[in-house]
């Protein structure tokens, strides 16, 4: 069920990160990726990867579409916690790539289901294994499968 968490249904303003079906976490914004404590880019579009086979791991490949990752792009469940600064346009959000684990949210951001589910928040984890039964948020499913990443 879709999760809508946003007063105006969820706007395009600020960071947003689109989930598409099948395919990546599509950020638009202000965007720090972090790996290893180390900012690796700083950017106001980018696609990570969320099936866990990229070879360019955080970075999407296009390895979705070999490996038929088949997610249909809406909340599944969990979500991300409200708090202050979370409706601020020009604030950056930090994604820090944990290691062997999710993409931890750091900072305002909006997700936009394919659906049109919203979830608006400063902080969460979404996940980048693929193996999620709450996408696009992780449930700690990594661990039993085996992710592996920087
Ligand atoms: S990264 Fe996929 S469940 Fe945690």
Do not use: W, Y
């Not at 579409?65 to 809406?74: H, K, Q, S, T, Y």
């Not at 409200?82 to 604030?91: K, L």
């Amino acid at each position: 069920m879709a999760e809508t968490n946003g007063a105006d249904g969820g706007s395009d303003r600020g960071n947003v990160a689109r989930i598409p079906p099948g395919g990546p976490i599509c950020l638009t914004g202000r965007i720090v990726v972090e790996v290893g404590g180390r900012g690796i880019a700083e950017t106001d579009d980018v696609a990570l990867c969320r099936c866990g086979q990229s070879a360019n791991k955080p970075f999407c490949d296009g390895s979705h579409r070999g490996a038929d990752f088949a997610d249909p792009g809406v909340i599944q469940g969990g979500r991300l916690v409200p708090g202050q600064g979370e409706s601020a346009s020009d604030e950056a959000v930090t994604i820090i790539c944990k290691t062997d684990g999710p993409l931890l949210v750091r900072g305002p951001l909006t997700v936009v289901a394919a659906d049109g589910g919203t979830s608006r928040g400063i902080k969460g984890a979404l996940c980048r294994c693929g193996e999620s039964a709450i996408k696009p948020f992780c449930d700690g499913s990594h661990r039993a499968a085996g992710f592996a990443a920087e």
